[in-house]
C-alpha cells in the first residue's frame, strides 16, 4: 500500500469555489491509481481560498507521477472550480508541484503536468507526448481565428464576452461592461445634467471648465491653464498619450512647402531653416493616415469633419519642442494656407486644435487599439494555440495576455461595433475607424515594436537634442530590464541556436503569429521562423513590452491629457479654415464638439484610465507557474530591477508640474485589460 498526501488550492477570486464533486486520478509511468473522489466528511470542502489535504491510497506501485487528472461532475446546478494548484507528497517523502490556474468547468477531465516547464524535446515517454499534443489539440478547438473585418489583424472567434473559453474570460464581466462603466462615469462625474442639452454648443472655453472642475487633476488641469500655449502644444508629442507620432525631419516634403521666411522669426540660433534642418533641430507630425478617411455620419443632425495636417516642431534654444509652421491638409494649395504663430492668435489656435484633434484619432484607433490591444490579442490567442502549459514560453508569456482576449470582445461587442459606443462622440465613428485600421495593417513593421529600433527609425533618440523625452528614456529602461530578464529565462531552457530551431511548439507559436494573426502579410516584417536565440530573446521581449509598458504609456494618461476637450477634441464640427484671417473665437467654439459628445468623451477618457480591480503589475507573478529555483530568482532580480526604475521616476518627477509616470514600473499593468 502506497500513501500519497494531495493537497488542493482553490482560487480566491469571485465564484472559485464549487460544491461540485471533485475527482483525482494519479497517472505513474507504471500504472495508474483508481479515480477518487476528494470529499471530507462533514467538511465543506473547496470553498473559495480553501487549502485542502486528502490522503490517497494506492495499492500499487505506478512508478514517478507523470500526470494528475481532474474530473468535476455536477451535484445539483452547473458550478465552476477554479483549481490553483495540487501538491503531492508521495510516499518516500518528495513534493511535487502542479500549477492549474484554471477554471475546472462541465463535467471535462484535465490533466496537470508537474511544474518543472519543459521542451518537446524534453518528453522523452509516451504518456507526456501524448498529453502535450492532446491538450493543443483541445486548445485548438477553444481558440479559433476569425476575421473581424477585412484588412484587420484576427481576432478570437466569439461575438460575446460570453462564448469565450472560461479561462480567458474576465472574472467578472459587468466590471468590463463599456456601457455600464460609461453610464457609471456619466454619474461619478455630474454629467447627466448636461445630456438633455446633447447637440446644443457651449459658450465660450470657460464653459468647459463645468463638466471638468469636478476630476481635475494635477495633470488635467496644468493643460486646462496652458493648453493654448506652443510649449504645451509641443510637450504632448514628448510625453502626451501619443509619443510616437513625430520624427525628425532632414528634409522637408514637397507637399510641406515651408519657406525660411515664413519661420525665421521663430528660430532662435540665428541659423536658417536649412541650417536648423541640417543640425537636427526641426521634427515633422505628419497626419498623412487620416487623409480621406470619411468623418461620422451616423448623426444626421449634426455634421462632423476630420483633417489630415502636418505639423513642422522646433527644438528651440531652451530644448523645448514648439510648433512652427502648420498646414491642415496634404496637397498645398491657394486654399490650404501654411498657419504660423505670426497669425491671428485665433488663426493659430484654431490650426493646433485641428491638429490636436488629428492626433487624438489617431492616437486612439492605430496607436492605442491596433498597436497595442489588436496585436497583443494576437499573440495571445497564438500562445493558446500553441504552447502547451508545459512549455516555458507559456509560462513566462500567459501573465502578459491576461483578461486581454476579454476586453478586445468586448470592445468589439460594444465599443467599436457599428452604432458602438465609439460612434457617439468619436470623428471617425461610423467606419473611419476602420478605415483607419485597414490603412495603418499596410503600413505594419516589426521592427516599430521593438523600442529601441522604433526610437532609432524615427530620429528622436539623442538625449543631448531631446533631453525631456521622457516616453524614450524610460521606455528604454524598461525594454532594457524586461529584455535582461527574458534572456535568463531563455538561457535557462536553451542551450543553443539549434535548440530554438528543432523547437516545434516555439516555431508554430510564432508562424501562428504570422501566417494566421497576420495573415501571411511578408510587408510587416514580422517572423515566420526564429533561429536564433537572440532572435527569441528580441521576439519575446516585444511580446511583453507591447501587452505590458507600450499599453500603459499610451493607455492611462487619455484622462490627464484629453479630459479637457479644446486640448483633445473627439470631432470637430465646423471644416478646416481655408484661409487666413475670417476665424474668430465663435467659430472655433463652433467647431468644437457639443456638449453631448463632450460628455461621452469625457466619460471614455476617464473609464478607460482607470486600472482594474486587483490589478497585477509587472514582474508581479502571484500565479506560480515556474516551479525551478533559477528562474524564480531571475524573476526576483527583474523585480528588484523593476523597482530601480519606478524610484529613479519618483526621484525624478519631484516637484514637477508635469510628472511623468506612465511607465514607471508600478503603473505598468502585466497586460492588456482595460
Not at 98 to 113: A, G, N, Q, S
Not at 445 to 454: A, E, G, L, M, V
Not at 524 to 538: D, H, N, W
Not at 561 to 574: E, L
Amino acid at each position: 500500500m502506497f500513501t500519497f498526501t494531495v493537497t488542493v488550492a482553490t482560487g480566491s477570486q469571485w465564484f472559485a469555489g464549487t460544491d461540485d464533486y471533485i475527482y483525482l486520478t494519479l497517472v505513474g509511468g507504471e500504472g495508474c491509481s483508481d479515480k477518487t473522489l476528494l470529499d471530507k466528511p462533514l467538511y465543506n470542502d473547496f470553498e473559495r481560498g480553501a487549502v485542502d489535504s486528502y490522503e490517497l491510497i494506492v495499492s500499487d506501485d505506478i512508478g514517478e507521477i507523470l500526470l494528475v487528472k481532474i474530473e468535476k461532475r455536477k451535484y445539483w446546478v452547473h458550478d465552476d472550480w477554479y483549481c490553483k494548484y495540487i501538491t503531492i507528497k508521495t510516499p518516500t517523502g518528495e513534493y511535487m508541484e502542479f500549477p492549474c490556474y484554471r477554471w475546472v468547468t462541465d463535467h471535462k477531465e484535465i490533466e496537470l503536468r508537474d511544474g518543472h516547464a519543459r521542451l518537446p524535446s524534453d518528453d522523452q515517454t509516451q504518456i507526456t507526448r501524448q498529453h502535450r499534443r492532446r491538450e493543443l489539440e483541445e486548445r485548438q478547438k477553444l481558440y479559433r481565428w476569425k476575421e473581424w473585418h477585412p484588412g484587420f489583424p484576427l481576432s478570437i472567434d466569439a461575438n460575446l464576452h460570453s462564448d469565450l473559453p472560461r479561462d480567458i474570460q474576465f472574472d467578472s464581466e459587468k466590471g468590463v461592461d463599456f456601457v455600464l462603466n460609461y453610464t457609471k462615469a456619466m454619474e461619478n462625474l455630474y454629467l447627466n445634467r448636461f445630456m438633455h442639452m446633447f447637440q446644443s454648443s457651449w459658450n465660450d472655453f470657460a464653459d468647459f471648465e463645468k463638466i471638468f472642475v469636478r476630476i481635475s487633476n494635477t495633470i488635467s488641469e496644468y493643460v486646462m491653464q496652458h493648453w493654448q500655449e506652443d510649449f504645451m502644444f509641443g510637450y504632448q508629442f514628448l510625453n502626451g498619450c501619443n509619443p510616437v507620432i513625430f520624427e525628425k525631419c532632414n528634409k522637408l516634403p514637397g507637399k510641406f512647402p515651408v519657406t525660411n521666411e515664413m519661420v525665421s522669426i521663430c528660430l532662435e540660433r540665428q541659423l536658417t531653416l536649412e541650417e536648423e534642418l541640417e543640425k537636427g533641430n526641426i521634427y515633422l507630425a505628419d497626419y498623412e493616415m487620416m487623409d480621406g478617411i470619411p468623418a461620422n455620419s451616423t448623426d444626421p443632425c449634426t455634421v462632423q469633419y476630420l483633417a489630415a495636417p502636418l505639423c513642422l516642431l522646433y527644438n528651440n534654444a531652451k530644448n523645448k519642442l514648439v510648433p512652427i509652421a502648420i498646414q491642415l491638409k496634404q496637397a498645398p494649395g491657394p486654399d490650404n494656407p501654411i498657419f504660423l504663430p505670426t497669425d491671428s492668435k485665433n488663426d493659430w489656435l484654431l490650426a493646433k486644435i485641428w491638429v490636436r484633434s488629428a492626433d487624438f484619432q489617431i492616437h486612439q484607433t492605430v496607436t492605442h487599439l491596433l498597436n497595442t490591444h489588436l496585436m497583443s490579442e494576437v499573440f495571445g490567442i497564438a500562445l493558446y494555440r500553441q504552447l502547451p502549459a508545459v512549455h516555458p514560453l507559456f509560462k513566462l508569456l500567459v501573465p502578459h495576455v491576461r483578461f486581454t482576449i476579454a476586453i478586445n470582445t468586448k470592445a468589439r461587442e460594444q465599443l467599436i461595433c457599428e452604432c458602438g459606443l465609439f460612434d457617439k462622440a468619436n470623428g471617425t465613428g461610423g467606419g473611419g475607424h476602420v478605415r483607419m485600421i485597414q490603412r495603418a495593417m499596410t503600413m505594419l513593421n516589426y521592427k516599430t515594436f521593438c523600442f529601441p529600433d522604433s526610437i532609432q527609425m524615427r530620429g528622436v533618440g539623442s538625449k543631448e537634442q531631446l533631453p525631456y523625452y521622457y516616453f524614450r528614456d524610460d521606455g528604454v529602461a524598461v525594454w532594457e530590464v524586461v529584455q535582461s530578464f527574458v534572456t535568463e529565462v531563455v538561457n535557462i531552457y536553451y542551450d543553443n541556436d539549434e535548440a530554438v530551431q528543432t523547437d516545434t511548439e516555439l516555431q508554430a507559436f510564432v508562424k501562428d503569429v504570422f501566417v494566421y494573426g497576420l495573415k501571411d502579410n511578408k510587408r510587416t516584417g514580422f517572423p515566420k521562423t526564429i533561429k536564433t536565440i537572440e532572435r527569441l530573446i528580441e521576439y519575446v521581449t516585444v511580446v511583453i513590452f507591447t501587452t505590458s509598458a507600450q499599453h500603459a504609456a499610451v493607455n492611462f494618461g487619455q484622462y490627464d491629457w484629453c479630459s479637457w476637450i479644446p486640448n483633445s477634441p473627439p470631432t470637430m464640427r465646423q471644416p478646416p479654415p481655408t484661409e487666413k484671417g475670417v476665424v474668430n473665437v465663435e467659430f472655433i467654439i463652433e467647431s468644437l464638439p457639443d456638449r453631448g459628445r463632450s460628455c461621452w468623451h469625457l466619460g471614455a477618457v476617464w473609464a478607460l484610465s482607470q486600472f482594474q480591480d486587483n490589478e497585477l503589475f509587472l514582474g508581479m507573478y502571484p500565479d506560480e507557474h515556474f516551479i525551478e529555483k533559477p528562474v524564480k530568482e531571475a524573476i526576483e532580480k527583474f523585480r528588484s530591477q523593476l523597482d530601480e526604475i519606478s524610484q529613479r521616476i519618483t526621484e525624478r518627477n519631484k516637484d514637477k508640474k508635469l510628472p511623468y509616470y506612465y511607465l514607471s514600473p508600478d503603473r505598468i499593468p502585466n497586460s492588456v485589460a482595460v
